[in-house]
């Protein structure tokens, strides 16, 4: 319970630290994507940390989300706050079709398969020219992603995330991670867990892209490539598998840095790639591990040790 008053506490105090936080526009729109990149990191660290399912195909459902979101508000004229909890929606639904056939793979195989998946659905909005423009891309989507609604959209999803790894559910998860036979034979449902795993990870991926193309005002298959993919996987494996502040502080670094090294983007690749080599060398458990941000807080720490031993 502690745990989660803290991860509550902790994100509501950023959120309205980041919307009142006086910034330069350029910087507004760093806290942006920053806050969209971080809600994709939150869904895969889910599915990947704390459920130990390995994915490399999740930015297919940020696709879906970012292409639902810019048809229904362009095409349709619908209000963008609807539409990007569409685009979460249908990145559920596509993924609930997925997951029936797929989680029944385990390990590597899992993984292949959502390479493959991934792909597909990247190669369907290609292709499919008369409804998604195809390679062209998808322009015109209007600039509904500003600082204060992805730093909203942020707070409350990372509420969420909090409260539900601290949950039964989030309980499920990582005893089917650490052991799934075993996680079985102690009455878990170990193929329903999993599967509301990937549905919620889907979810906020979906929730990304929509908001990544009210950001970007322009939006292409190309832009939710396997590279793509990996990059989220890659922030994951850089935080710590199964600390969800692990991965948040992983994106932060990662899109500064990406940032940052902007007037030189030839390298920026070479750049990401060779700090990802030096904290798997210093650090191969990642950033934080396991633990969450506020465990290494010393007077935090105590008290949660004290709570434990009453």
Known sequence: MKKSLLGNAAFAALGL????????????????????????????????????????????????????????????????????????????LIAWLIGIPTLRLTGDYYA???????????????????????????????????????????????????????????????ASRDDRVAASLMGFDTPSSRMKALLISAFYCGISGALLGGYMNFIQPSMFDMMKSTELTAVVVF???GSMSGTLLGSAIVTSVMEYFRDISQYRMLIYGCLLVVIMVLRPEGLLGSREIWSFIPALRSGVQRKGRE
């Open 239 to 241: 935080g710590g598998l």
């Open 112 to 174: 292949i398969a959502s390479i493959g998946l991934g792909e597909a659905i990247r190669l369907i909005l290609e292709n499919w020219q008369s409804f998604t423009r195809g390679a062209r891309g998808f322009p015109g989507i209007d600039s509904y992603t500003n600082r204060t609604v992805a730093v909203v959209f942020f707070t409350v999803l990372g509420i969420a995330m909090f409260n539900l790894i601290h949950s039964r559910l989030g309980r499920e998860l990582k």
């Open 17 to 92: 630290t980041l919307v009142f936080l006086p910034l330069s526009g350029y910087e507004e729109g760093i806290v942006a994507l920053l806050c969209v990149n971080c809600i994709a990191a939150m869904g895969v660290s889910l599915l990947t940390g704390f459920t130990g399912i390995f994915s490399l195909g999740h930015a297919a459902y940020m696709a879906l989300g970012a292409y639902t979101a810019a048809i229904m508000t362009v095409r349709y004229g619908i209000h963008w706050l609807p539409a990007i909890v569409a685009g979460g929606f249908i990145a559920v």
